[in-house]
């Protein structure tokens, strides 16, 4: 089996942060695995995914079961060519935006809430001193890759 990192180099998958490996499926003697490959948005490697689907040969037969699971991973590989991560099924996608458009959006939501003179103060300090700092110190952080880390500001 090739490794991931090989793959990556031959481009036989999609660059960028989405990266993936399709999905197979993989039908062992014992146990019946869809396994694909797909980018880890923080340690911006790929990482193998696999999903137990022995169930579908005992209950339908291994011919059906073979249909339908042809069926589950076209349905997979779509899912994952348009950007679907299963890192974030539970979690917000929006979470991959840079600070500047999560603050941008922050920003206009606080205006509906508060007075003038409180949103001055807002924009100062969140658009000249901490969005200098972001672009400074850490220009290509998201706002999940933002949470993880532990930053102090000076």
Not at 90 to 104: I, K, S
Not at 118 to 139: E, H, Q
């Amino acid at each position: 089996m090739q490794k991931p990192k090989q793959i990556l180099e031959r481009n036989e998958i999609i660059n960028g942060l989405f990266a993936y490996k399709p999905a197979v499926l993989k039908e062992y003697t014992d146990c019946w695995y869809i396994e694909y490959y797909v980018m880890h948005p923080v340690a911006k490697e790929l990482t193998r995914k696999r999903q137990k689907v022995t169930s579908y040969k005992s209950k339908y037969g291994v011919r059906e079961a073979r249909n339908m699971l042809r069926v589950i991973v076209n349905r997979l590989n779509i899912r994952l060519e348009q950007g679907w991560s299963p890192f974030f099924e539970h979690e917000d996608g929006r979470l991959l935006e840079t600070v500047p458009m999560v603050t941008e959006k922050f920003l206009n939501e606080k205006t509906k809430e508060l007075r003038p003179a409180s949103m001055r103060s807002y924009k100062s300090i969140v658009g000249k001193d901490f969005l200098t700092w972001v672009a400074k110190n850490y220009p290509t952080v998201t706002v999940l890759i933002f949470s993880v880390l532990q930053i102090t500001y000076k």
